[in-house]
């Protein structure tokens, strides 16, 4: 069912069993695992199904320290959340991310890899992403591309897979018929009304921009507001008393981001044999997308006291047969021919060969095809993606200037370790001495060593993390291994909010993955 917040009477009351905060992907995912449940959910989403700049500039705040991005221009608050840009780059967590790292403070997740992997099996069918998972040797012998260094100990290959999902789109039918699922659009929390002990929500206090002002009852509450927002909304509620929470002083601190250097260092492929370059540039295989990026070995990592990094080999994607196709056949209806035809006859053929490869390396179990035409590297770049090492003063806090619903902004003191710069830079000096040691190319780091000092194409992806974090003791975390907030017995967090550390893969699988494990304890709860 479809509500329209802005059409309630002011003061209205709505009632439900949960009520979800937040229609992104942690919110989208937990609604889907809830339909034809017997509980009544309410799925809450301050925007619309479109854009609105009204709504968007909610996200407006302050931001000290390394240039950041504006942070209404980091997400996107409508229906899909930053979905609605996501870039479909999926990958999960390594067991190391989960561990406690003792040269790396504030490491450790209460839950384990293992515990976590049939909750990524069940993550990647919401994507979906290709059923090879990121099992690097089954991509190889699927897709019969060679890997640099297949017996290094110093260096590794990880797959990423490419699926853009828009969760507000492919999903919103779905929601919009479920017989237990209210969708509120236009429905933005102001805060939380709580019993006198503070340590159970009774009601959330909601608005509409300009409309009228309305509560939510109910028995469970789940933030899936965004690695800032769930913060932000905590620490209202915390300012005004309205709940019993934050007894480390830990909420909004440890806020973590990837950092992405896109020009860390030039590759300067060696003539000598060099290794075929098919494998790390986006590549299709049976509909799906995929990419191999290098990292320096675990135990490697371990023994050098690295934070986890993947290097991207930036080549040009070489042209696909599809697009040749489409070329040729744009130009055939305009009369003419493309302008280089036998280049775009070359690639449908090229095209057709790489798939009777394929098909033949999968009867056959065999990495040798029947064309096996590969494809070396050219001189390029490396850019980097690094995991930011928890910080405790990087922070999100709250501003003096307050939003078009009278509620104080946001204030991001983002910052930086040593660690962060150091770990980059002997990663970048392992990986270029093994590149050099196979043949396979030279690399020139393009960083200074002075560890207080980033380039100037320092960036981000905006994958906000850590504000919330999980702990299961109250005085080091925001909420337990079960994402209840420490003092509030019905109010959960989602998101990658909660996560203790970040690794180097982007968060939005977990996000599901937390979601769906979630929504599985809640369901234990009820039973």
């Known amino acids: 069912m479809l509500i329209d917040a802005r059409k309630f009477a002011n003061g209205q009351r709505v009632e439900a069993d949960i009520c979800l905060i937040g229609a992104g992907a942690a919110g989208i995912a937990l609604a889907r695992e809830l339909v034809k449940d017997q509980e009544r959910v309410v799925l809450l989403e301050s925007g619309g199904f479109e854009y609105d700049p009204q709504i968007q500039a909610l996200y407006e705040g302050e931001t000290t320290g390394p240039r950041y991005m504006p942070l209404d221009a980091a997400r996107l608050r409508y229906f899909g959340g930053s979905t609605n840009h996501f870039g479909g780059a999926s990958r999960i967590l390594d067991p190391i991310d989960f561990e406690a790292r003792d040269w790396l403070p504030g490491s450790g997740w209460p839950i384990t890899h293992k515990e976590m992997v049939p909750f990524y099996t069940r993550a990647q069918d919401v994507f979906p992403v290709c059923p090879y998972g990121f099992d690097t040797e089954r991509w190889i012998q699927g897709s019969g591309f060679p890997l640099i260094g297949a017996d290094s100990k110093r260096i590794a290959t990880k797959i990423w897979q490419f699926n853009p999902v828009r969760f507000g789109t492919v999903y919103r039918d779905e929601l919009l018929s479920a017989a237990n699922i209210s969708v509120c659009l236009y429905a933005t929390v102001l805060g939380f009304e709580a019993e006198r002990s503070g340590s159970r929500v009774k009601t959330l206090n909601c608005a509409t921009p300009g409309g009228p002002r309305f509560t939510v009852a109910s028995k469970t509450f789940i933030l899936c507001c965004g690695g800032i927002e769930n913060a932000r909304v905590l620490l209202i509620a915390?300012?005004?008393?309205?709940?019993?929470?934050?007894?480390?002083?830990?909420?909004?601190?440890?806020?973590?981001?990837?950092?992405?250097?896109?020009?860390?260092?030039?590759?300067?492929?060696?003539?000598?044999?060099?290794?075929?370059?098919?494998?790390?540039?986006?590549?299709?295989?049976?509909?799906?997308?995929?990419?191999?990026?290098?990292?320096?070995?675990?135990?490697?990592?371990?023994?050098?006291?690295?934070?986890?990094?993947?290097?991207?080999?930036?080549?040009?994607?070489?042209?696909?047969?599809?697009?040749?196709?489409?070329?040729?056949?744009?130009?055939?209806?305009?009369?003419?021919?493309?302008?280089?035809?036998?280049?775009?006859?070359?690639?449908?053929?090229?095209?057709?060969?790489?798939?009777?490869?394929?098909?033949?390396?999968?009867?056959?179990?065999?990495?040798?095809?029947?064309?096996?035409?590969?494809?070396?590297?050219?001189?390029?770049?490396?850019?980097?993606?690094?995991?930011?090492?928890?910080?405790?003063?990087?922070?999100?806090?709250?501003?003096?200037?307050?939003?078009?619903?009278?509620?104080?902004?946001?204030?991001?003191?983002?910052?930086?370790?040593?660690?962060?710069?150091?770990?980059?830079?002997?990663?970048?000096?392992?990986?270029?001495?093994?590149?050099?040691?196979?043949?396979?190319?030279?690399?020139?780091?393009?960083?200074?060593?002075?560890?207080?000092?980033?380039?100037?194409?320092?960036?981000?992806?905006?994958?906000?993390?850590?504000?919330?974090?999980?702990?299961?003791?109250?005085?080091?975390?925001?909420?337990?291994?079960?994402?209840?907030?420490?003092?509030?017995?019905?109010?959960?967090?989602?998101?990658?909010?909660?996560?203790?550390?970040?690794?180097?893969?982007?968060?939005?699988?977990?996000?599901?993955?937390?979601?769906?494990?979630?929504?599985?304890?809640?369901?234990?709860?009820?039973?």
């Not at 991001?412 to 770990?423: G, P, Q, T």
């Not at 993955?513 to 234990?524: E, I, S, V």
Request: hydrophobic letters at 40%; proline letters at 4%.
């Open 238 to 527: 915390k300012e005004g008393r309205a709940l019993s929470i934050d007894r480390g002083d830990i909420l909004g601190r440890y806020f973590m981001d990837h950092l992405v250097i896109n020009n860390a260092a030039q590759f300067a492929p060696l003539r000598r044999g060099p290794t075929p370059r098919d494998l790390y540039v986006p590549s299709g295989l049976n509909g799906h997308w995929f990419r191999g990026v290098l990292s320096v070995q675990e135990e490697l990592a371990r023994a050098e006291q690295l934070q986890s990094v993947a290097f991207f080999v930036d080549q040009q994607e070489r042209p696909t047969g599809r697009a040749a196709l489409a070329e040729i056949w744009s130009s055939l209806a305009r009369g003419s021919l493309p302008e280089r035809p036998g280049d775009a006859l070359g690639r449908v053929f090229g095209y057709v060969g790489d798939r009777i490869d394929q098909a033949y390396r999968e009867a056959f179990h065999t990495k040798s095809g029947i064309f096996n035409e590969l494809h070396a590297f050219e001189p390029s770049s490396i850019f980097a993606f690094l995991e930011q090492a928890p910080n405790r003063d990087s922070r999100v806090s709250l501003s003096e200037v307050k939003d078009s619903l009278g509620q104080r902004r946001v204030h991001l003191n983002w910052r930086l370790s040593r660690s962060d710069k150091r770990s980059l830079l002997r990663s970048l000096e392992i990986v270029g001495a093994e590149l050099a040691r196979l043949g396979v190319a030279r690399i020139r780091i393009n960083l200074n060593a002075d560890l207080d000092q980033w380039p100037d194409d320092l960036t981000t992806y905006c994958h906000h993390m850590g504000t919330t974090r999980m702990d299961r003791e109250a005085l080091h975390g925001v909420v337990d291994e079960n994402c209840r907030v420490h003092g509030v017995d019905n109010l959960y967090v989602a998101g990658s909010s909660v996560f203790p550390s970040g690794g180097s893969a982007a968060p939005t699988l977990t996000i599901v993955a937390l979601a769906l494990r979630l929504a599985d304890h809640l369901k234990r709860e009820a039973a």
